[in-house]
């Protein structure tokens, strides 16, 4: 996927009889998906959604025509269509914030060892893992990832016991703020 869209919202179910569909939005403000029309799908599409219900993410999505959906059985064709925007829509980061597309591909290392790539960002309510290409799932937090070099695309990750397994204990590699220590 291009590096200058960032997955925005994802389209679900739909609602009523209508034409009216649910969104999973990944924006902090799910409001805020109206401003940043137009919205664009996997194969180019440009849509933009205006919100009906913000309680129950209920929107109306339109086409890049201005035209909405009027019935169900038109939005059971786009359930789970990904929506994106470009980067420049989007509020400046924090330091230390990262828009999931910036990680995923990133080459992952402890100490001198690459582990793979992160494959994909996941976020299931109880805090964010990166999963790596070697099947490891790695908890995306301060002390199990304290290095990101977003200019050598790489992060280093220092994994906890739970992961690792006790065999492999006795060479476990820790980070610390100033450098590496085995």
């Known amino acids: 996927m291009n590096q200058d869209l960032v997955l925005v919202c994802v389209v679900g179910r739909p609602h009523g009889v209508r034409g009216l569909v649910h969104i999973h939005s990944y924006v902090e403000d799910p409001i805020s998906l109206e ?4 919205l664009q799908d996997e194969q ?3 849509w933009s959604l205006r919100w009906c219900n913000t309680k129950d993410n209920v929107a109306e999505l339109m086409r890049d025509n201005g035209e909405p959906f009027t019935n169900r059985s038109q ?10 925007v470009s980067r420049s829509a989007l509020p400046a980061l924090e330091e230390e914030e990262f828009y999931h597309v910036d990680l995923i591909g990133m080459e992952v290392f402890e100490g001198h060892l690459s582990l ?4 994909m960002v996941h976020d299931y309510g109880g805090g964010v893992s990166l999963e790596i290409s070697k099947g490891v799932f790695i908890p995306f937090t301060k002390a199990c990832v304290p290095r990101i070099d977003l200019k050598t695309r790489s992060l280093f990750v220092c994994r906890p016991i739970e992961i690792w397994g006790e065999e492999k ?11 590496l220590v085995s």
């Open 75 to 84: 939005v059971q064709e786009i359930i789970n269509t990904r929506l994106y």
């Open 35 to 38: 401003r940043y029309a137009p």
């Open 44 to 46: 180019g599409r440009l």
């Open 116 to 119: 793979g790539h992160v494959v």
């Open 169 to 179: 204990q006795e060479t476990k590699t820790r980070f610390i703020a100033n450098g």
